[in-house]
């Protein structure tokens, strides 16, 4: 697949991320090191890289769309207060989820993605 700068750089800041991150934070990040790329051309990369699998879209209850890299199962945890969306990564959580996969392919439901969310307040907000 042909890569464009673009792509590469909005990629990149991605990977940098350890949360979720939405296309103003991606934006923020170009604009500090003065990256110019506009923001339509940001949403289409997006869009691209989603096109590509090489990330996935996470939806929040506040309507902010955020991007994550593609990789193993896990759980997203939203702040109703901040907003703020995390990832959690924990092998036991793994494990029931492959379970929950399994039993719902029992039932003859093949899953294209997954996509757990948990609402609440987080530690900083409550």
Same mark, same amino acid.
């Given at each position: 697949m042909y890569n464009t700068k673009s792509r590469e750089v909005i990629y990149e800041i991605i990977k940098e991320f350890k =949360?979720?991150?939405? &296309?103003s934070e991606i934006a #923020?990040? !170009?604009?500090? =090191?003065? %990256?110019? %790329?506009?923001?339509t051309t940001i949403y289409r990369t997006l869009e691209? *890289? !989603?096109e590509m699998e090489l990330i996935n879209k996470v939806s929040s209850v506040s309507g902010v769309i955020f991007y994550e890299l593609v990789n193993e199962n896990h759980i997203h945890i939203e702040c109703n207060s901040c907003n703020l969306v &995390?990832?959690?990564?924990?092998? /036991? %959580? /793994? #494990? #029931? *989820?492959?379970?929950?996969? &399994? *039993?719902?392919?029992? #039932?003859?439901f093949k899953i294209n993605h997954d996509d757990f969310n948990f609402q609440g307040k987080c530690k900083a907000c409550f």
């Amino acid at each position: 697949m042909y890569n464009t700068k673009s792509r590469e750089v909005i990629y990149e800041i991605i990977k940098e991320f350890k =949360k979720p991150v939405s &296309a103003s934070e991606i934006a #923020k990040v !170009l604009n500090s =090191k003065n %990256i110019n %790329i506009h923001k339509t051309t940001i949403y289409r990369t997006l869009e691209k *890289l !989603l096109e590509m699998e090489l990330i996935n879209k996470v939806s929040s209850v506040s309507g902010v769309i955020f991007y994550e890299l593609v990789n193993e199962n896990h759980i997203h945890i939203e702040c109703n207060s901040c907003n703020l969306v &995390a990832c959690v990564n924990d092998q /036991e %959580i /793994e #494990k #029931k *989820l492959y379970e929950i996969e &399994a *039993l719902v392919k029992l #039932k003859g439901f093949k899953i294209n993605h997954d996509d757990f969310n948990f609402q609440g307040k987080c530690k900083a907000c409550f």
